[in-house]
């Protein structure tokens, strides 16, 4: 049915539907034309055969059947005067469909989106090039029929379309609209393909194949152009979520997060293992969890690379952002979403069809549209600590509706955050939708009672080597260097300073490397200021030293109540946008230089410093910790304990930075004896209340953070003793005080060994919850066997029984973990052994004897070649326990060795005898010993004699001893010699031990006669 209103149908580029003039069209939206979208078709001879339109990026072009059928070649112009000649090969044709795909590469021309819908109600209006760029409307659908070359076909629900007069002439065969795209007048979509060869009940003209996913090459094309062409407003596709994603991940994200830097970061194997595992999994919520420094934002801008290189929605979020009014994380998605729709209007490619709104754009319809495209909406919320105080107050309802929107959504939530907001925050969170980190987390074990996260903490050392050869930082550098963040730093102002005197070299600690960054950054600001006045050289310096004094003044008021960060007429005041007064410096345009040097960052309503970890550092030196610390551990008489407020301000617990900053600074400027000092004030306080947070993570996290805590023993020793008693006092111990706490202290192992000995009286029962010392203690023993044997073995003085296991003592425990893991290091543990004069140490090497035969077998062949007394005194004693036990022809070969080995030693008489036992023991002495060390002649009469005779009284024994004699005689130079030199006053004693085998050795070795 045609339209009332003709004209309307008729309007060209120029023609406004609000009825305005060609000129205010114009000014207002500039369409392109036909032949700046679309392909003209034509064949070999030059003739219009119709048009065509992009699918995908690879110039897979659609048109009508018609188009192409028959032809043995096409000629193809695209728009900005490109041309392509393709043969019939480059063609598949679809004749049952009524269109056609031609493959040419090289046209340049950007593809149009397809809609995915399936059915279209009537009186839509589209947008059709016929001649211009018509308006037609949807009358309806029907089914026609279209004759090819080789036969006719019928097709179904053909959409009908009505168009003015003039348009309807370019609808007929040979009108050169045919292959021409249907679009959607409100979203600029293609509905369908324009055809002039279909009739319908004698009707031609006005028909189009609506484009659907047919199974083959059609349903793979539209596939992959929902997947990479956008589409917005009813048309909304997978292309448009990711376009919407990606600008929010630009706008609101890290500066090039979907860009390679000059430097690209090292990739965490670890981390990034957990991310396909939570990508693959049916959790919904990941907590990243990580110190200031350690990379979360890093790690969480790499995953969105990734994910936007595969095609996998990310909006980035920000805590900064967020609202005090927010009922969920679907609020600040929706503000995100918004922000990125209004800089894709603005941006996009005007097509003939479609307004500026993009429709709804909302995160519970874009979640939907990737869920159902496999690839869950995944949001990205870096920093939620800067979350609002008010908002931060009522987290338990924020949290609840969070949890029930990615239900129902479908979404996935990864959380950037510091351990003191997921404690609180990831508890918050049913704990089914929690991802559990698979074989431990790469950050190390999660302190005890932290919710499920995958921690972050420093590089490893590989990661550290090829981070520090990216960076071109040298290798000989402090442990500091596996921190990402003070290796980038140190890595820019190496760059920025090279040739200058005061330059950090790769030996400078966190502590130099901040100094040194927050220098450049005042510097480089101070160039900015000087650029517009002329300033130059000393000038310049000077005016630096006056941008680091505001630099200052902004961590100084950056202290006050809230997150940290200033508010914007605090940030003007310190850096105006217009001219400065003369007091900061003068100069115009503080603002815009200390932003665009990155020094400051807005965040929310206000600013903040870049960089979280230079913050506390900076808002560190400028507090007033004995105040602090009274404020928050040390309060007043009357008032509850451990308020953890200030002037009646509740202080978050992520503010725990400044004061460990403040902490440590203490230590650095005047020793460790005042820093030692608070710390055991600390301890003091956590016994009066073991619930006090802020007393056990200032304690906690200054200790974990010193480069060295050996100062700190006599903090440690108490804070250990005080740990038991609360365990034995049925108090509660703070879960960051377990034995990850512990273990990663900066000690030597023995000291660290020596705090554990205490410790395990702290431990519940085996298999109870909770992680035990013991434990800990096991997993050091087999990370480095060998270093922690020696302080383990000195365990067995320690006779105390432990209370959870009353038949057990700290030293039986120690015996039973060496035993139970004696396969770790065997030969190191019989060392270790063999050092320790405890009798508990002999009872371990005594049953290793008997179960691994072949370690003690190896010891006593060391042993017995000792200068230590000692050692060779236990080569007799454990390889005589050993050698019931040796199958191995190997370890009898080390017994018989070790044996001769002692033999040979004329000092060691009182060996001698349990050395010849030894070798008596051994069922293959016969066997070729190899050159053995020479005999030492007459020592060796006594082990014989007394031996001898015993062996003598039974005909085996005789001839065993027969064996082993001739034996020893063939291969140890001088023994033959030495039994020929028989006693005058005994020579029946010889005559009974030397057999038929020894005087032949006799004869012929000595060169004399045997003894008879």
């Known amino acids: 049915m045609m339209s009332r209103d003709p004209s309307r149908h008729e309007r060209g580029t120029l023609h406004d539907p609000a009825g305005r003039s060609p000129g205010e069209a114009t000014r207002a939206r500039r369409e392109p034309l036909p032949a700046e979208v679309l392909v003209r078709v034509q064949d070999l001879g030059g003739r219009p055969r119709g048009l065509a339109f992009p699918a995908d990026h690879r110039g897979t072009l659609i048109t009508g059947h018609e188009v192409v059928d028959g032809l043995p070649g096409l000629v193809l112009h695209a728009p900005g005067g490109r041309h392509r000649v393709v043969g019939a090969d480059a063609v598949t044709p679809l004749p049952e469909l009524g269109i056609a795909l031609v493959h ?57 379309l009505a168009i003015g007069t003039t348009g309807r002439d370019a609808l007929r065969t040979g009108g050169g609209a045919a292959g021409g795209p249907v679009l959607d007048a409100a979203t600029g979509a293609v509905l369908g393909v324009l055809g002039t060869a279909l009739r319908a009940d004698g009707r031609e003209g006005g028909f189009a194949v609506p484009l659907r996913p047919a199974p083959g090459p059609l349903a793979a094309l539209l596939a992959e152009n929902a997947a990479t062409v956008p589409a917005y407003g009813t048309d909304l596709n997978l292309a448009g979520v990711l376009e919407l994603t990606a600008t929010s991940v630009g706008q609101d994200g ?161 959380v950037g955050c510091r351990a003191e907001y997921w404690e609180s925050a990831g508890a918050l969170l049913p704990a089914e939708l929690l991802h559990r980190p698979r074989g431990g987390s790469p950050g190390g074990p999660p302190a005890e009672g932290l919710p499920p996260c995958v921690r972050l903490g420093d590089l490893t050392a590989d990661e550290a080597v090829e981070a520090r050869a990216r960076y071109g930082i040298p290798e000989s550098s402090p442990a500091d260097t596996r921190h990402p963040l003070t290796l980038r730093l140190l890595a820019e102002v190496r760059a920025a300073l090279a040739d200058a005197p005061d330059a950090p070299d790769a030996r400078a600690d966190r502590h130099d490397v901040l100094s040194a960054h927050l220098d450049l950054m005042c510097l480089r600001v101070a160039v900015r200021l000087a650029a517009g006045s002329g300033l130059r050289g000393t000038a310049v310096r000077r005016l630096a030293a006056r941008v680091s004094g505001q630099v200052h003044e902004a961590a100084r008021r950056g202290l006050g109540p809230g997150q940290g960060e200033l508010d914007r007429t605090a940030f003007e005041a310190l850096f105006p946008w217009g001219p400065a007064p003369a007091r900061p410096g003068g100069g115009t345009g503080w603002a815009h230089a200390v932003l665009a040097e990155g020094l400051l960052v807005p965040a929310g309503t206000g600013y903040r410093f870049a960089h979280e970890e230079l913050a506390d550092w900076l808002q560190g030196t400028h507090l007033d910790l004995d105040g602090a610390l009274r404020a928050l551990v040390h309060d007043g008489p009357g008032t509850p304990r451990d308020p953890g407020t200030t002037d009646g301000v509740p202080v978050p617990h992520h503010r725990l930075g400044p004061v460990v900053q403040a902490m440590l600074l203490l230590a650095r400027r005047h020793g460790a004896g005042p820093l030692a000092s608070r710390l055991a004030d600390l301890v003091h306080a956590l016994d009066a209340g073991t619930g006090s947070w802020w007393a056990s993570r200032l304690l906690t996290e200054t200790l974990a953070r010193v480069p060295d805590a050996t100062p700190y023993t006599g903090v440690l020793r108490l804070l250990a003793d005080r740990i038991v008693a609360w365990r034995q006092q049925r108090r509660p111990v703070p879960g960051e005080l377990g034995p990850a706490f512990w273990t990663a202290l900066p000690l030597p192992l023995e000291t660290g060994f020596e705090l554990l000995r205490g410790l395990v009286h702290a431990d519940g029962p085996p298999g109870g919850t909770g992680p035990r010392f013991l434990d800990a203690a096991s997993r050091l023993f087999g990370a480095d066997p060998a270093a922690v044997l020696p302080h383990l073995v000195r365990w067995f003085e320690d006779e105390r029984p432990l209370p959870a296991t009353p038949h057990a003592t700290v030293a039986t425990a120690a015996q039973a973990l060496l035993h139970t893991h004696r396969h770790r290091a065997p030969d190191p543990l019989t060392e270790a052994l063999a050092d320790s004069p405890h009798r508990r140490a002999g009872q371990l090497l005594g049953v290793l004897a008997e179960e691994d035969p072949s370690a003690v077998c190896r010891a006593v062949g060391r042993w017995a070649r000792d200068e230590r007394p000692a050692r060779r005194a236990a080569a007799v004693a454990y390889g005589l326990l050993a050698a019931p036990h040796a199958r191995d022809e190997a370890d009898r070969a080390l017994l018989r060795y070790a044996a001769l080995a002692l033999l040979v030693r004329t000092g060691d008489h009182a060996l001698h005898d349990g050395a010849l036992a030894l070798l008596l023991q051994d069922p293959s002495s016969g066997d070729r010993h190899g050159d053995g060390p020479r005999w030492p002649g007459d020592p060796a009469r006594e082990p014989v004699r007394r031996t001898g005779p ?63």
Do not use: K
């Open 104 to 160: 040419a590469e090289g046209l340049g021309a950007e593809p149009l989106p397809v809609t995915a819908r399936h059915r279209f109600d009537g009186g839509a209006y589209v947008r059709i090039a016929a001649g211009c760029w018509r308006e037609a409307r949807v009358l309806g659908a029907t089914t026609v029929t279209y004759t090819a070359i080789e036969r006719r076909h019928t097709l179904d629900d053909v959409l009908e």
């Open 254 to 414: 890290p500066s090039g997060a979907l860009a390679t830097g000059d430097v690209v970061p090292v990739e965490r194997a670890a981390v990034t293992a957990e991310f396909t595992a939570f990508e693959h999994g049916r959790a919904a919520v990941l907590g990243l969890v990580g110190p200031p420094g350690s990379g979360r934002t890093t790690e969480l801008a790499a995953l969105a690379a990734r994910r936007h290189r595969a095609g996998g929605p990310t909006l980035w979020l920000r805590g900064a952002d967020l609202r005090e009014d927010d009922l969920s994380v679907a609020d600040a998605a929706r503000r995100a979403l918004d922000r990125a729709a209004r800089i894709v209007a603005a941006s996009r490619a005007r097509i003939p069809a479609g307004p500026e709104d993009l429709g709804d754009t909302g995160p519970a319809r874009l979640a939907g549209l990737a869920r159902g495209a496999g690839r869950p909406l995944l949001l990205l919320l870096d920093g939620p600590e800067e979350m609002p105080p008010a908002l931060a107050g009522r987290l338990t309802r924020w949290n609840d509706g969070t949890a029930r929107w990615l239900r129902r959504t479908g979404a996935r939530l990864m």
């Open 950 to 1012: 015993l062996l003598a009284r039974t005909p085996e024994g005789t001839a065993r001893l027969d064996h082993v004699l001739a034996d020893l005689g063939r291969h140890v130079p001088g023994f033959a010699a030495a039994l020929a030199r028989r006693p005058a006053d005994a020579p029946q004693e010889w005559a009974e031990v030397a057999g038929p085998g020894t005087r032949r050795v006799i004869e012929t070795r000595a060169g004399a006669g045997a003894p008879v």
